[in-house]
C-alpha cells in the first residue's frame, strides 16, 4: 500500500479505522446506557444513532476515503441492533433509525446508499406491523415501495440519462404485484379494487403528463389486473352461455378488425416506447 500523501492505502486505512470506531463508539454508547439502568431498546437505537452520525459526519469531512469499510460497519450495526434490542417493537424502531442512517450516508457517501435506506425501512415497518398483529398485505408493502419509488425518483433527478423503468420498477412491482394477486385470490374484496384503481388513475396521469414509460406500463397492468378480477365476478352471476356467447362475440370482432388492431398496437407499442 502507499500510504504517503494520501494514496489508496492510506484513504483505506482510514476508512476501516472509522468503520472499527463507529462500531466501537456505538457499543460504548449502548453499553453505559444499559448500565445506567436504561432498557436494552432504548440503548440499542443510541448507539445505532451514534455509530451512524459518525459514519455520515465522516464521509463528509473525509469524502475521498473508500465506501465499502462505511457499508460493512454501517450493515454490522444494522443486523445487531434489532437482536439486542430486547423485544420486536424496538427492534423495528431500531431499524427505522438504521434506516434513516443509511439515508445519511447515502447524502454524504454514495447515492445508492438511499436503496438499502428504504429497504431497511421496509424490514423495520413489516417488524413493527408483524408484533402488533396486522395481516393486511398493503401494510407491509406500501412504506418499503413508497420508498423505493422515492429513491427512483431521486436518481432519475441525478442522471436524466436512466429510464424510469429501471429506477422506478422495484417501487411500482412492490406497490401493485402483491395486491393485484390478493386481488385475483378474493376479487370481492371492494375496497383494495377500488385503491388500485385509483393507484391506477394516478399512475397513469403521471406518465402521460411526465411522459414516464414506468408508471404508464404499470397504470395499464394494474387497470387490466382489476378489470379482469372484477369481471370474474360478473361471469360467476350470469348464465354460462351467455358469457360463451360474449367471448365468441369478441373473437369474432377480433378477427374481423384483425390488421387494424394489429396497427394501433404497433402505433400503441411505439408511443410508449417513445416515454423516458
Given amino acids: 500500500w502507499d500510504t504517503r500523501d494520501g494514496g489508496d492505502g492510506h484513504r483505506a486505512v482510514r476508512g476501516v479505522a472509522i468503520g472499527i470506531g463507529a462500531i466501537m463508539l456505538a457499543v460504548s454508547v449502548s453499553s453505559l446506557l444499559r448500565a445506567t439502568v436504561v432498557e436494552a431498546g432504548p440503548a440499542s437505537i443510541a448507539g445505532v444513532a451514534v455509530a451512524f452520525v459518525v459514519l455520515a459526519g465522516s464521509g463528509r469531512l473525509l469524502a ?16 445487531a441492533a434489532p437482536l439486542v434490542a ?21 447524502v454524504t457517501t454514495h447515492p445508492l446508499l438511499r436503496w438499502v435506506s428504504a429497504l431497511v425501512a421496509g ?11 396486522v395481516t393486511v398485505v398493503e401494510a407491509y408493502t406500501v412504506v418499503p415501495a413508497a420508498l423505493l419509488t422515492a429513491a427512483g425518483v431521486w436518481w432519475l433527478h441525478d442522471d436524466p440519462r436512466v429510464p424510469t423503468r429501471t429506477a422506478l420498477a422495484p417501487g411500482l412491482v412492490l406497490g401493485l404485484l402483491p395486491s393485484l394477486v390478493r386481488l385475483t385470490d378474493d376479487p370481492r374484496v371492494l375496497p383494495r379494487a377500488i385503491a388500485l384503481a385509483v393507484v391506477a388513475a394516478g399512475l397513469g396521469v403521471i406518465g402521460a403528463r411526465l411522459r414516464w414509460q414506468a408508471p404508464t406500463i404499470a397504470a395499464v397492468v394494474a387497470a387490466i389486473g382489476v378489470a379482469v378480477t372484477q369481471l370474474t365476478i360478473v361471469a360467476a352471476e ?5 358469457t360463451f356467447a360474449t367471448i365468441g ?26 416515454l423516458r
Avoid at 238 to 242: G, Y
Fill in 64 to 79: 475521498d476515503r473508500p465506501v465499502a469499510a462505511d457499508v460493512v460497519a454501517a450493515g454490522l450495526v444494522t443486523v
Fill in 86 to 106: 430486547g423485544d420486536a417493537t424496538w427492534g423495528g424502531v431500531a431499524l427505522l433509525v438504521a434506516a434513516t442512517g443509511w439515508l445519511g450516508l447515502a
Fill in 123 to 133: 424490514a423495520g415497518n413489516a417488524v413493527l406491523l408483524a408484533d402488533a398483529g
Fill in 238 to 242: 350470469i348464465p354460462r352461455w351467455v
Fill in 249 to 274: 362475440a369478441l373473437l369474432v370482432w377480433i378477427a374481423a378488425t384483425y390488421e387494424r388492431q394489429q396497427t394501433r398496437a404497433r402505433h400503441l407499442g411505439a408511443a410508449i416506447g417513445r
